[in-house]
């Protein structure tokens, strides 16, 4: 079952802030955050394992909340660079990792 | 330097050809898989390799066929390609095979853009 990601496109200015969140239907063991450009490879940003840890990297962060079976990506005071598609993956207990619906963001100068 | 190569970049082939795409990576992973990325972009799991070991095998149609022949290589093999089976393909690999670890991030290699006409 895809994990749903929202929203599933945002445009921002560089500098603006966004929020993107990854929402589960089941319970989550890990989640992870990658970075696709166009044309590109996904990247991997940062992974968060259960207990509702908030992980760092540069201007990018995430947090896990078990509970609500959800995570979020938080990009601050963003960049040209930040463009692309981020995708959650999680992972159910079945060591698979599934990879959510996309959100394409575009900061614009 | 290249972490995880895939060739060919790209693949157009015709409907009914049988096609190869090779993937090889030097990062001393143990665990390998194939991802599919259709036209919505959607990433699918298909199949994943610890040690030459399967131990993924998603519902792919048996057309689709893997070999890792050491823990560094993992092909994919395509019978009677479909129009259906036009998807960008990537490779990546990971340290350990299951995602829930430290040491799970994969690394996709720059993926097998495969047309079918």
């Known amino acids: 079952q895809q994990p749903v990601q929202s929203p599933q496109a945002v445009i921002l200015r560089e500098g603006e802030d966004a929020v993107i969140n990854c929402s589960s239907s089941k319970a989550l063991y890990s989640v992870h955050w990658y970075r696709q450009k166009h044309g590109e490879a996904p990247v991997f940003l940062m992974i968060l394992l259960k207990g509702g840890e908030q992980k760092g990297h540069e201007k990018i962060s995430a947090s896990f909340n078990e509970k609500k079976q959800q995570s979020s990506l938080y990009l601050t005071a963003s960049q040209l660079s930040y463009s692309g598609t981020y995708f959650c993956g999680t992972e159910y207990g079945n060591e698979k990792l599934t990879f959510g619906t996309g959100t394409r963001l575009t900061i614009i100068p | ?117």
């Open chain 2, 1 to 117: 330097d290249t972490a995880v190569s895939q060739t060919p970049k790209y693949l157009v082939t015709q409907m009914g050809n049988d096609k190869s795409i090779k993937c090889e990576q030097n990062l001393g992973h143990d665990t390998m898989y194939w991802y599919k990325q259709d036209s919505k972009k959607f990433l699918k799991i298909m199949f994943s390799y610890n040690n030459k070991e399967l131990i993924i095998n998603e519902t792919v149609p048996n057309r689709f066929s893997p070999k890792s022949p050491d823990k560094a290589h993992l092909n994919l093999h395509i019978n009677s390609l479909e129009l259906g089976d036009s998807a960008v393909y990537f490779c990546a690999s990971s340290q350990d095979k299951g995602p829930s670890s430290y040491n799970s991030p994969l690394h996709f290699g720059n993926g097998t853009r495969l047309t079918v006409t």
